[in-house]
């Protein structure tokens, strides 16, 4: 118990001393780095209230490619002092319904600006890879550039969407969309 807590302490010191807003993926996979860029921003996001059973945090996913992998081996991890789930879901408002949180691979950006609307009126933060994701339906977009990975927050679908981001990971964002 108390190394996980020290674990998720630590990678949110890290996330928040982090002069640079960019992570290098030179020593280690893609997108190993982009799920774990992914799970510490999820720490420091407040949702109005807990939307999945308790115990769970439930981040949905639309793929099962190497992000989705990734991701999986954060499962359990705490987040918002729940474990943390990944479930594919076919983005179905029934399904994203027991959602807190969404990512959508590169591979699937048309379903973005769908996405964007729907979790507006549920808090669901909406998580999107590539360039130009938070233009898409995104809240946050994760990219690439040069072998760095960055973020881009959409604060003013943020804030619609009833989510609350930290000053930390506003200051870390590469753009910020009011």
Known sequence: MWRRRCTAMLAALLLALSGS????????????????????LLLFVEWPAPKTPAGSFRLCVLDDGALTSALRRHAGRAVQGRALEI???????????????????AGNPDVLPRLGVLARSRALLVIGEGAGAVNR?????????????????????????????SSKILRLARTLVE
Do not use: H
């Open 137 to 165: 339906g995104a809240m946050i977009g994760l990219r690439t550039d040069g072998g760095r990975i960055s973020f881009d927050i959409d604060l003013g679908a943020m804030r619609k969407g009833g989510l609350a981001p």
């Open 21 to 40: 807003c960019a992570w290098s993926v030179e020593r280690g996979d893609e997108s190993e780095v982009k799920a774990a860029v992914i799970y510490n």
């Open 87 to 105: 479930q594919r879901i076919s983005a179905t408002p029934e399904e994203l319904d027991t959602c807190v949180a969404v990512m959508v691979e």
